[in-house]
Antibody, heavy 128, light 107 residues
Framework: EVQLVESGGGLVQPGGSLKLSCAAS????????MHWVRQASGKGLEWVGR??????????AYAASVKGRFTISRDDSKNTAYLQMNSLKTEDTAVYYC???????????????????WGQGTTVTVSS | DIQMTQSPSSLSASVGDRVTITCRAS??????LAWYQQKPGKVPKLLIY???TLQSGVPSRFSGSGSGTDFTLTISSLQPEDVATYYC?????????FGQGTKLEIK
């Protein structure tokens, strides 16, 4: 079964740090680009950032709202992606989802195809 | 950065109705557009990718169209289980921006 399981959420004070983990199973994790998406209570989905595969130099990209504070990494030997969150603000309070960007084969090449696998989410609360 | 704008923000329709949600990108994104369904308290679910390709297992009453800047999600015959918030997302390049969402209710 294809699965993503996040962990590491919790309560942290403003200015603090937290590291989330995303354990993958059931698919070739090392070849997949992994993304983090968050959702504040009652609000919409916000893309946080992504890390590409080794074949794509583990390239990372971040939303402007978290750039310089959050870092995404991965350990392919453990089939796990991470989201290191520093200098946390109250507005970072949200459910954080780990997700995979799928690829499909068509017209002679592989193309991205949306986020087809999502974890159940882990809650991060930033409050004093 | 490219902005994604959905309309309407909410809508109410009757069972059996044809429902259309639109998504507009501030710049062209070819067909790198996905639609997601999020039911209350649940994880988002991929419905459509590449603007018009139905994800495996998604009912055929869902369809997508468009290319460039203007996209549409259509539910041909609304069912009670379709009550959810729907999001579009561009994924041609980072940031992979979502639309603000459309909350769909049954009248």
């Amino acid at each position: 079964e294809v699965q993503l399981v996040e962990s590491g959420g919790g309560l942290v004070q403003p200015g603090g740090s937290l590291k989330l983990s995303c354990a993958a199973s059931g698919f070739t994790f090392s070849g997949s680009a992994m993304h983090w998406v968050r959702q504040a209570s009652g609000k919409g989905l916000e893309w946080v950032g992504r890390i590409r595969s080794k074949a794509n130099s583990y390239a990372t990209a971040y939303a402007a709202s978290v750039k310089g504070r959050f870092t995404i990494s991965r350990d392919d030997s453990k089939n796990t992606a991470y989201l290191q969150m520093n200098s946390l603000k109250t507005e970072d309070t949200a459910v954080y989802y780990c997700t995979r960007l799928a690829y499909y084969y068509g017209s002679g090449s592989y193309s991205p195809g949306g986020m087809d696998v999502w974890g159940q989410g882990t809650t991060v609360t930033v409050s004093s | 950065d490219i902005q994604m704008t959905q309309s309407p923000s909410s809508l109410s329709a009757s069972v059996g109705d044809r429902v259309t949600i639109t998504c507009r990108a501030s710049q062209g994104i070819s067909n790198y557009l996905a639609w997601y369904q999020q039911k209350p308290g649940k994880v988002p679910k991929l419905l459509i990718y590449a603007a018009s390709t139905l994800q495996s297992g998604v009912p055929s009453r869902f369809s997508g169209s468009g290319s460039g800047t203007d996209f549409t999600l259509t539910i041909s015959s609304l069912q009670p289980e379709d009550v959810a918030t729907y999001y579009c997302q561009k994924y041609n390049s980072a940031p992979l921006t979502f639309g603000q969402g459309t909350k769909l209710e049954i009248k």
